[in-house]
């Protein structure tokens, strides 16, 4: 299986700062990547997709970037709503794999 | 708009079979574009893909799970389900169903995949 490591597990940052979370994919996945906001008690909810297409309707703070095996998701000005957990997820091959998460929380 | 609901019984006997189901409203399972997936998630833990489904009924399933569970699909209720037997505490989660869309890139030609309509999901304890 291929193993996706986030980096940092845990980020705290307050509004209005500018975040960059990473994910490093154990084995060459191209842009297969996805990334995923989830608030507790809800499903994910994707921001991102090919390492770098916002999904419609996600706001233009949120960016994406990478291929083959490191990939960054950059959210440029934080907003209140946007403390919440992030995943990526590698879709490459089977069995798609998750990062374990990156919880950030407000400082 | 599509979405997408989990339902089946919450509790669960260990050794006895998981069953749920995933209703599909404003799309149809019945689908090239997409495939359709189960996704579990343990208490405080992270996200766990189990398998997916083509509307063919060609399917793909964790290898460590691959002995226990079964995806289906009923494309008369457009509805998709998820067996999983000889359940134990270890499977107690919350489960969601998901579409995952197939999307051919413009300029490359690739195809993208992409988990874009979730279902709320649905708590799944496994206790005697």
């Known amino acids: 299986d291929i193993q996706l490591t986030q980096s940092p597990s845990f980020l705290s940052a307050s509004v209005g700062d500018r975040v960059t979370i990473t994910c490093r994919a154990s084995?060459?996945?191209?842009?297969?990547l996805a990334w995923y906001q989830q608030k507790p008690g809800k499903a994910p909810k994707l921001l991102i997709y090919?390492?770098?297409t916002l999904q419609s309707g996600v706001p233009s703070r949120f960016s994406g970037s990478g291929s083959g095996t490191e990939f960054t998701l950059t959210i440029s000005s934080l907003q209140p709503e946007d403390f919440a957990t992030y995943c990526c997820?590698?879709?490459?091959?089977?069995?798609?794999?998750f990062g374990q998460g990156t919880k950030l929380e407000i400082k | 708009q599509v979405q997408l609901q989990e339902s089946g019984p919450g509790l669960v006997k260990p050794s006895e079979t998981l069953s749920l189901t995933c209703t599909v409203s404003?799309?149809?399972?019945?689908?090239?574009?997409?495939?359709w997936s189960w996704i579990r998630q343990p208490p405080g833990k992270g996200l766990e893909w189990i398998g997916c489904?083509?509307?063919?009924?060609?399917?793909n399933y964790k290898p460590s799970l691959k002995s226990r569970v079964t995806i289906s699909v009923v494309t008369s209720k457009n509805q998709f389900s998820l067996k999983l037997n000889s359940v134990t505490a270890a499977d107690t989660a919350v489960y969601f169903c998901?579409?995952?869309?197939?999307?051919?890139?413009?300029?490359?030609?690739?195809?993208?995949?992409?988990?874009?309509?979730w279902g709320k999901g649905t708590t799944v304890t496994v206790s005697s």
């Open positions: 404003g799309g149809s399972v019945n689908s090239g574009s997409y495939y």
């Open positions: 998901a579409r995952e869309t197939i999307l051919r890139g413009v300029t490359d030609g690739q195809n993208y995949y992409y988990m874009d309509v």
């Open positions: 084995q060459g996945i191209s842009s297969y």
């Open positions: 489904i083509y509307y063919s009924g060609n399917t």
């Open positions: 090919a390492a770098s």
């Open positions: 997820q590698q879709l490459t091959s089977y069995p798609y794999t």
